[in-house]
């Protein structure tokens, strides 16, 4: 079966400076890795998606994603976070042996400190 | 494109009462999915739909929860009665593939009182 993880609850950086929010997931099959954030009273956005190709993917607002599948990971970073990057970040995978809906992760709580 | 819209964006609702929740999908999109978020549980998937079919419905909570897709353009989410732990915030998403990502709706926030 497929799953996800996200070890962090919440993540706090200062801005301007790097952030990482960890993912790592669990399929038995290809896996197709998402990226979304959630806003205050707001539903989730999509921010980038790994298929296959190129490890390394380029979402909105500056955030990239690096596909890892020795580690299976497939954390999201941004080289210079913004005050504006405060939200709640969900990981999600879908293993192509197991249907196509996704698996989301418990979310991140990311803070970007002034 | 206006993406997924869900009405009412708020509810409140005395426990005992029937909910119906609305949504409806980017247009050519094929598949539907509702969602429940609390605190407790994060984000849970309740039913979805593939060409208006229900696929799998194993995480409807129990027989008080119903979910209808009559037309490609249109899925009503049903609680009768409702409880107060129901009281959450539901979701409406759409895709137009299996590669594709998920399109959200704003949500509904769900009060049983």
């Known amino acids: 079966a497929q799953s996800v993880a996200q070890p962090e609850d919440q993540v706090n950086v200062a801005e301007g400076n790097p952030l990482t929010v960890k993912c790592t997931y669990s399929v038995s099959g290809n896996p197709y890795l998402f990226w979304y954030v959630q806003y205050p009273n707001r539903g989730l956005q999509f921010l980038l998606k790994?298929?296959?190709?190129?490890?390394l993917v380029k979402g909105s607002y500056g955030f990239e994603a690096e596909f890892n599948k020795s580690q299976t990971s497939f954390h999201l970073k941004k080289p210079s976070a913004l005050v504006s990057d405060s939200a709640l970040y969900f990981c999600?995978?879908?293993?192509?042996?197991?249907?196509?809906?996704?698996?989301f992760g418990p979310g991140t709580r990311l803070s970007v400190l002034p | 494109d206006a993406g997924v819209i869900q009405s009412p964006r708020h509810e409140v609702t005395e426990m005992g009462q029937e909910v119906t929740l609305r949504c409806k999908p980017i247009?050519?999109?094929?598949?539907l999915f509702w969602y429940r978020q609390t605190m407790m549980r994060g984000l849970e998937l309740l039913i979805y739909?593939?060409?208006?079919?229900?696929?799998?419905d194993s995480g409807m909570p129990e027989d008080r929860f119903s979910a209808k897709m009559p037309n490609a353009s249109f899925s009503t989410l049903k609680i009768q009665p409702s409880e107060p732990r129901d009281s959450a915030v539901y979701f409406c998403?759409?895709?137009?593939?299996?590669?594709?990502?998920?399109?959200f709706g704003s949500g509904t926030r769900l009060t049983v009182v």
């Open positions: 998403a759409s895709r137009a593939a299996a590669n594709y990502g998920y399109t």
């Open positions: 999600a995978v879908r293993d192509d042996n197991y249907g196509q809906n996704f698996v």
């Open positions: 790994y298929i296959t190709g190129d490890n």
């Open positions: 739909f593939n060409n208006n079919v229900p696929i799998d």
């Open positions: 247009s050519g999109h094929n598949s």
